[in-house]
């Protein structure tokens, strides 16, 4: 099971660099075929092998030589790793696969907002519904109606802190709030939110501390948001108990 789950997830994250590449440029993510940025090469089968042709081919498209970026390796052995977990902690059941399911959302958006300052629809749309539908599975109505009313309240709060903040807060991160209540549930989406705000403000002061970012700058959030997410869909409620435990409650 482990080294299935293994392989599988280098697969996804193969495809999931097909999304950070193309959705930020409105391209379809399945036709044409996977090219060299550089050269327009296209890659044959061998050359895209998910972690091994990388290594094959030290780091260089084989028709031009330019350097291929260490996010395509990256992002494979990432999505490797959260499939392998979800596996090993959960087995074949509907915790491990909306496990795996919101690895492959969050990973894209992660670097896509990073390197492009947006959150696409294209990923968080489709992810309500299928945090909805996995909510449903594993706690029939009555946690599809959970997973709704989170979603809901989740998008809400981000919602609220835009307006307040006249613009601080983009659309993205609202959707993908909401993508991650569908998911999540009630209380978990919470402590996924703090967790979120913790580690966005943290990095944030760290960056205007060492000078790499001013006080209006713009810095996303939906990197620190999608940790927050992921963070909150397997610990949020062990983490809300010795919270709660710490304060006697």
């Not at 969050?106 to 309500?128: A, K, S, Y």
């Not at 409620?237 to 304060?247: K, V």
Request: aromatic share 10%; charged share 10%.
């Amino acid at each position: 099971m482990p080294l299935v789950a293994f392989v599988l997830g280098a697969l996804f994250g193969s495809f999931a660099n097909v999304l950070i590449h193309r959705l930020p440029r409105g391209e379809s993510v399945i036709w044409p075929g996977s090219r060299c940025p550089s050269c327009g090469h296209r890659l044959r089968w061998w050359e895209n092998v998910p972690l091994v042709s990388f290594v094959v081919l030290w780091g260089r498209c084989a028709a031009c030589s330019a350097p291929i970026s260490w996010r395509y390796p990256l992002v494979e052995l990432l999505m490797a790793l959260i499939f392998t977990y979800a596996a090993g902690r959960h087995g074949l059941s509907w915790d491990g696969l909306s496990t795996a399911a919101l690895g492959m959302l969050l990973v894209p958006v992660f670097f896509i907002d990073l390197e492009h300052r947006i959150v696409p629809d294209r990923i968080t749309l489709p992810g309500m519904a299928l945090g909805l539908g996995f909510s449903f599975a594993r706690g029939g109505v009555g946690g599809l109606v959970e997973a709704l009313l989170a979603g809901v309240a989740a998008g809400g709060v981000l919602m609220l802190v835009a307006l307040a903040s006249h613009g601080g807060m983009g659309g993205g991160d609202i959707k993908l709030a909401a993508m991650l209540g569908s998911f999540l549930g009630w209380p978990r989406v919470a402590v996924g939110l703090f967790v979120g705000v913790l580690v966005g403000g943290l990095v944030a002061l760290g960056l205007l501390l060492a000078g790499r970012k001013g006080r209006k700058d713009f810095i996303p959030f939906g990197p620190a948001l999608a940790l927050g997410g992921f963070v909150g869909m397997e610990w949020g409620s062990q983490l809300l108990h010795a919270y709660l435990r710490a304060f006697g409650l």
